[in-house]
Structures are given as C-alpha cells and as structure tokens.
C-alpha cells in the first residue's frame, strides 16, 4: 500500500530538495508551503501544486517538517491534533526534539533523519561544472537516522523515506537523538564550523601582514587537503617531525584544557536552546 506524506515547508531551500528527490518515488506526496514565493519556486522549479493544510494532513502516514529550528516546537502543536494514533513525524535535525519541543503525543511516532553531506575526498564533490558540495544530487553521502519514539516496526520507513529524500545514499547509521545531537551542533558546528573559521581569521591574517590573498588561499586550502588525508587516515602517511612539533605547541596554545566540555550534556542542550 502507498505510503502518504505531507512535506511541510516544500518550497523552501530544503524543502524544494527534498521535494525534487520524492519525485518518481513509492511514495503519495502532498507539498505544503504557505509562502507565495515557495509556492512560485515549487511550481516553477519542479511543476509542483500545494495542498492546503487539512487536506494534506487527512489520513497521512508521515509528516516531515521542513521547516526552520524555530518553527518546529509552534507547528508540530498546531498539526499534533489533526493527526491520527500513529502517524510519523519526522524532522531534518536533532535539535527542536532534544530540546523536547515536540507535542506529548505518546501515539505518534517521531523520526529523526540528518544528512552528514558528501565526504571531501569524493570525487563528485568535486565534479566539473556541477560540484555537489551539499550532497543529494550527484555526490552520494551518507546519513544518521534516530527513531524518538514510536513502535521497533517504524524505523524500516523512517529509514527509506531519508534514504529517498538524501539520495544518493553511501551509508545509513541508526542513532539516538542525544548521539545526534553530539554529532550536530556538537561535532560539526560547535568544533568543525568554529575551527573552519578561526582558519579563515588565521588566512586573513597572513595577508594583513603582507602574504598575497590568492597565495594564502592557494597554501591554506592545499595544506588542508593533504593534512586532512593523513590526519583522517585517508591514505597512509605520517607528519614530519617539524609539524608534530608545530602540533605539540599550537594545540595548548590555541584550545582551552577543557574544550572537550562542549560535549557534555548540560553544553549540548544549552547551544540547542540558543539554536531553537
């Protein structure tokens, strides 16, 4: 039997992606976006019609909210009572259901499933013309799925709905909803973003003390590529010793003793309360 589901927020950046990936899928899809604009970008784009709210919400099987962080706890409470004993909500992020900001409806089920984007040693990331550096076009990543809540049964759909809307699919991990959440905002966004900025700040100030921008960027972003291969086990190697050195001063140097605290519980859910 054809499983339905109503995708909220279809026309947005996210939305659209996923809506263009459910198309010539198993699955009954019902698109609803309340902005003209995305209702434009659906139509134009893709050849897609909205269905309004009710309509979309009636008999469904799956509800995925694509929407903004801020907006999940206020219209999962507003559709929570239109939907039937056992309907799949299924969000983009662990962050609004960690911060426990998904309705107290113990007959749902609630389905996380995130993206971890194209790895950057794939080679269609890096592909002539089209680079697929956000992953569910051409370059195949690999996903992290958690099921909140609901029956053992679920987590097949839950699990082929984000490998359909996230295709092409390298691997599929289950996680809970507090791993994921170590792993987004924690691992990537707390670490790797920051980190990634603070390289940029350091390039910038190569070239404020008089390095040539196209050769600080040229030198950064080499040394990142072969660095990034050993340190990752990509390929076999090792540093020399001159930069095990530079590594045994810069790393007290540049991170706090107890930077490894971002991890704990208490500093999780505070950046998810900030984010949502």
């Not at 799956?62 to 559709?79: F, N, Q, S, Y």
């Not at 940029?200 to 990142?224: I, K, N, T, Y």
Request: aromatic share 6%.
């Amino acid at each position: 039997m054809t499983k339905s589901i109503a995708l909220f927020g279809a026309g947005g950046k996210m939305g659209v992606r996923l809506s263009k990936n459910l198309m010539g899928s198993s699955y009954d899809v019902r698109h609803v976006e309340v902005s003209q604009i995305g209702q434009d970008r659906l139509k134009n784009e893709l050849g897609l019609s909205c269905t309004p709210v009710d309509a979309a919400l009636k008999n469904v099987d799956v509800v995925i909210l694509a929407v903004p962080d801020t907006l999940i706890g206020k219209l999962a409470a507003e559709i929570a009572p239109k939907l039937a004993a056992g309907t799949m909500v299924m969000t983009l992020d662990a962050a609004a259901p960690f911060a426990g900001h998904l309705p107290k409806r113990e007959d749902l089920t609630y389905f996380v499933a995130h993206p971890c984007h194209p790895n950057i040693f794939s080679p269609e990331v890096h592909t002539a013309g089209a680079p697929d550096y956000f992953g569910g076009v051409l370059a195949a990543q690999s996903i992290v799925s958690a099921l909140m809540q609901g029956p053992e049964s679920a987590f097949e759909l839950g699990e082929d709905i984000a490998k359909t809307i996230y295709q092409p699919i390298l691997r599929s991990y289950r996680v809970t909803v507090e791993q994921m959440a170590l792993l987004e905002p924690g691992l990537s966004e707390t670490i790797c973003a920051t980190l990634l900025d603070v390289m940029r700040e350091a390039m910038d100030e190569v070239v404020s003390r008089g390095v040539p921008a196209e050769a600080a960027r040229d030198f950064l972003l080499g040394h990142m590529t072969i660095l990034s291969a050993v340190i990752f086990k990509q390929i076999p190697g090792q540093f020399s010793d001159a930069c095990n050195k530079a590594i045994t001063f810069g790393k007290p140097r540049l991170m706090r003793d107890d930077w490894k605290k971002v991890f704990d519980n208490n500093e999780i859910a505070e950046s998810i309360e900030r984010i949502t």
